[in-house]
């Protein structure tokens, strides 16, 4: 298995335990998705982060870089 698809896997794995867990809405009986996302990825970047050392600024970058290329990804396939 490449670090990739590592990743990937273990990130799915993470939402998936997040949504079976959490504090459910009333009105929808489900998870907010839009709270679910912010905490999800706040509480990655909070890791990443302090364990970057003196590569905080870079790390910063790095995940900025990463969310725009998510995002140009997910733009792309949603356009086919």
């Given at each position: 298995m490449n670090n990739e698809k590592l990743a990937f896997d273990i990130a799915i794995k993470s939402?998936?335990?997040?949504a079976k867990q959490c504090k459910k809405e009333k009105n929808h009986k489900m998870?907010?998705?839009i709270e679910g996302t912010y905490l999800l990825v706040s509480s990655l970047a909070l890791?990443?982060?302090?364990?970057?050392?003196?590569?905080?600024d870079d790390c910063k970058e790095l995940m900025h870089e990463a969310i725009d290329d998510a995002f140009k990804i997910v733009k792309d396939n949603n356009h086919e």
């Open positions: 939402m998936e335990d997040y998870m907010n998705p890791g990443l982060l302090y364990k970057s050392d003196d590569f905080l």
